[in-house]
């Protein structure tokens, strides 16, 4: 169990390096970044100020260094429209983001989970026809037009829910909803072709002999074997989640980090994208690792691979 | 990995999946399939198929509705966007875009990543655990994160888009086709080539390739649709195909505001993306079935 906490945490850090390498080397390269840190209007003296606090006149090393130094501090540079620090502005955003990934998370896991079990259970009738139809367009829909879909049906034609900015619970549907449309399909394509494949074991097959009702069956012992499939994508589902957050964000007015960046590439305010991205990756990449150590501390064969 | 050992590599050598392929055409999906054929020859023909000019801006024709709405006509069978210019012609100048970009995406991605995947699984011991940390590093970024501050430093153009997705898209393939490809290499005909004195690169273009070829295949058509809706992604955020240039994600971010008075503006690019993408997931289903039944999880 510690080599494989071992391996996963170092395997984290080094993506996190490597991106954070990826990043600066990119901004280096292509260009001056003294510019792309001040607004096109800047005069010399600020351009020179930013060289200088960069230390772009240094070797590579040393300007890495900082970089990584100043982004350990949780100092980000300011903001190029607001003059505002980034780190304020995440501070506010930060919150309402998760908030959001979170609701969908609930509404992910009570949707996809009773589909992915019905569908397998009624294999074959309309309830899995339904099911499956369900899952594989919600592969194909982009959640930004899911969104702007519902705004037009439950906003301008019905008028039953507000469009946008955060407020009461009603606020929380229709983008909720959206990003977590994806996933459902998703996992409810996978619980469902696990779930067929748990029914068909032997130990379901015992459970049955020893005369356990049915139910206890389907939603006891094949759903907790089969969940194991979707625990191990756990991850990946959180970190589609956060990207796709981004989107929802960005039709629904969510005052959250998503927005936060679109109006940073709105306009070329790099320091809050970069600060944004960078940010998010490392949740992205965080929550993936606590996932995949919290599976194999349940399920020892992971470890023991 | 002998799970990954598949029915095409019977033939030792010179397996050949092209006859099963051609011969499974029969129970192809017709309806997807022919949503396919329509995408790419509207991505062809754009010039020769549209009576309107995709950029041209008309302010006195803002927003008029498709011809069955009052106020519309067959001129703009479905509508003008907010600067008056055509939607069914920018949606057909789009599906270029789109094909542009999962084509080249996929074949440099798809293409480097094999090759990465060969070499890993045919070298094995130290170039493989380097070359498969690699590859899990990158399947650890987030794509569309990683895709948006690039396009931020090097500024949004087709090409840049491209190379996003690529630098990001490789891991993938990589990771599979060495999967494959370590089943592979505990098998006679490899054993056998090595003894005749085949080269390397010989073997794993000769050998190892043909073999891996359905995988291959399958990910490639699973991946178009989803390459596609990234870049709709991207575009829709501003840090995609930039405008004027018609891409279904940056029509849908024009018609964004006019959600409650011009419906039609985000509508139908919405159902182009949604349909060609199905049309690939379903073939791209209907091919893994057909071509490796062990591959379900991919």
């Known amino acids: 169990m510690q080599r494989y906490i071992v391996k996963r945490v170092g395997e984290a850090i080094l993506a996190l390096f490597a991106l954070s390498i990826i990043i600066f080397l990119m901004v280096r390269m292509t260009g001056d970044p003294a510019l792309l840190m001040l607004p096109p209007d800047a005069g010399a003296d600020a351009l020179e100020d930013i060289r200088h606090s960069m230390g772009l006149d240094k070797p590579l090393v040393v300007q890495y260094g900082l970089f990584i130094r100043d982004y350990a501090h949780g100092s980000f540079g300011d903001s190029l429209r607001s003059k505002t620090p980034v780190s304020e502005l995440v501070k506010d955003r930060l919150p309402n983001s998760l908030k959001l990934v979170g609701t969908a998370a609930v509404i992910v896991l009570l949707i996809s989970i009773p589909l992915g079990v019905l569908s397998a259970v009624y294999r074959g009738t309309w309830i899995d026809t339904l099911a499956t139809g369900f899952a594989v367009l919600g592969q194909a829909v982009p959640v930004f037009w899911l969104g702007i879909l519902m705004i037009q049906l439950f906003t301008v034609k019905l008028g039953w829910l507000p469009s946008s900015g955060m407020g009461g619970l009603d606020h929380y549907i229709m983008p909720a909803f959206a990003l977590g449309f994806f996933t459902v399909a998703a996992i409810q394509r996978l619980l469902r072709s696990s779930m067929l494949e748990a029914m068909d074991s032997e130990y379901i097959k015992l459970a049955r002999i020893k005369g356990l009702t049915e139910f206890k069956v389907i939603w006891k012992h094949a759903l907790r074997n089969s969940m194991i499939s979707v625990i191990t994508l756990g991850g990946i589902y959180i970190a589609i989640l956060i990207t796709l957050g981004i989107l929802v964000e960005v039709v629904f007015a969510w005052p959250g980090m998503g927005r936060l960046m679109f109006q940073g590439i709105v306009f070329r305010d790099f320091p809050v994208v970069q600060a944004v991205v960078l940010i998010s990756a490392a949740i992205v990449i965080f929550s993936s690792l606590v996932v995949d150590i919290a599976y194999a501390y349940l399920d020892p064969r992971i470890r023991l691979q | ?298």
């Open chain 2, 1 to 298: 990995m002998a799970k990954s050992i598949n029915t095409a590599a019977i033939q030792p050598g010179k397996a050949n999946p092209w006859p099963k392929i051609l011969a499974s055409l029969k129970s192809a999906p017709l309806i997807p399939l022919s949503i396919i054929l329509v995408f790419v020859l509207a991505a062809i023909l754009a010039d020769l198929i549209t009576f309107h000019d995709a950029y041209q801006v008309r302010l006195s024709d803002r927003l008029i509705p498709p011809f069955w709405q009052d106020g519309g006509s067959w001129s703009h069978p479905l509508g003008t966007d907010p600067l008056g210019r055509d939607v069914l012609t920018r949606i057909t100048y789009g599906a270029r875009v789109s094909i542009i970009i999962a084509a080249a995406a996929l074949a440099i991605g798809g293409g480097f990543g094999t090759l990465i995947g060969l070499t890993a699984g045919y070298y094995g011991g130290k170039v493989d655990s380097i070359l498969m940390r690699l590859a899990d590093i990158t399947l650890a970024f987030p794509l569309i994160l990683f895709a948006i501050l690039l396009v931020m430093v090097l500024g949004p153009s087709m090409m840049n888009v491209i190379i996003a997705i690529t630098l990001v898209l490789w891991a993938r393939y990589a990771r599979v086709i060495r999967g494959e490809v370590l089943g592979l290499m505990q098998r006679d005909f490899i054993a056998r080539a090595k003894v005749s004195g085949a080269s390397d690169w010989r073997i794993m273009m000769r050998h190892l390739l043909p073999n891996v070829m359905p995988t291959l295949i399958v990910l490639l058509t699973l991946q178009v649709g989803w390459v596609i809706i990234v870049e709709a992604s991207l575009s829709f955020l501003g840090a995609g195909i930039p405008p004027p240039t018609p891409a279904w994600g940056g029509m849908l971010a024009e018609g964004r505001e006019y959600v409650s008075t011009a419906w039609w503006v985000t509508t139908a690019p919405g159902i182009a993306i949604m349909l060609v993408v199905l049309a690939f997931n379903l073939c791209g289903d209907w091919l893994r079935e057909r071509l490796d039944p062990k591959q379900r999880s991919i």
